[in-house]
């Protein structure tokens, strides 16, 4: 017996589907917002070592922190990526159900997501909110490590004032 015979059945299964889906795409979605918290507190406690190393002129420090908040904006850009993928997974199941919802109920409203599309094109996104914040970091990094270099350099004494004055008198 399918589930073109049996009504319930069919609803029973749907409804496992929408279960499935959603707790698939909450999960997805929560975790990909912990992690975005989870780098903005990091990249905070780096930027306040970064600033105290120079201040202390600790310029290789603060270089090293340059370097590391580069290269976590970098690495949390690729976890986003993969998180972004997980999520749009969900979407994918959760569409159909939207669809199957909207053609039985005769309510086209319920079609969320492509209505989440629609607007998405008009204007910025998470994931572009995020990709512009992850490369505003990956600079921010590069231009404290290269500003160390230079302050590194700068904060040299002379060669000539290296070698002992009592030789010369």
């Given at each position: 017996?399918?589930?073109?015979?049996?009504?319930?059945?069919?609803?029973?299964?749907?409804?496992?589907?929408?279960?499935?889906?959603?707790?698939?795409?909450?999960?997805?979605?929560?975790?990909?917002?912990?992690?975005?918290?989870?780098?903005?507190?990091?990249?905070a406690a780096m930027l306040a070592g970064a600033a105290a190393a120079i201040?202390?002129?600790?310029?290789?420090?603060?270089m090293a922190a340059g370097v590391s908040i580069t290269a976590l904006a970098?690495?949390?850009?690729?976890?986003?990526?993969?998180?972004?993928?997980?999520?749009?997974?969900?979407?994918?199941?959760?569409?159909?159900?939207?669809?199957?919802?909207?053609?039985?109920?005769?309510?086209?409203?319920?079609?969320?997501?492509?209505?989440?599309?629609?607007?998405?094109?008009?204007?910025?996104?998470?994931?572009?909110v995020f990709l512009w914040m992850f490369g505003f970091f990956m600079v921010?990094?590069?231009?404290?490590?290269?500003?160390?270099?230079?302050?590194?350099?700068?904060?040299?004494?002379?060669?000539?004032?290296?070698?002992?004055?009592?030789?010369?008198?």
């Open positions: 017996m399918g589930s073109d015979d049996n009504p319930k059945v069919d609803d029973a299964i749907h409804k496992d589907v929408r279960e499935h889906a959603w707790a698939w795409f909450a999960l997805h979605a929560a975790q990909r917002m912990q992690t975005i918290n989870f780098f903005i507190v990091i990249e201040k202390e002129k600790l310029f290789v420090f603060s970098i690495f949390f850009c690729l976890m986003e990526r993969r998180v972004r993928n997980l999520i749009r997974i969900g979407e994918a199941a959760l569409r159909k159900e939207q669809s199957r919802l909207a053609l039985r109920s005769g309510i086209s409203e319920i079609l969320l997501l492509e209505k989440d599309d629609e607007s998405a094109k008009k204007q910025m996104t998470y994931g572009k921010l990094g590069l231009v404290i490590a290269a500003s160390s270099i230079a302050l590194n350099i700068g904060n040299r004494p002379p060669p000539s004032s290296l070698v002992p004055t009592a030789i010369y008198n």
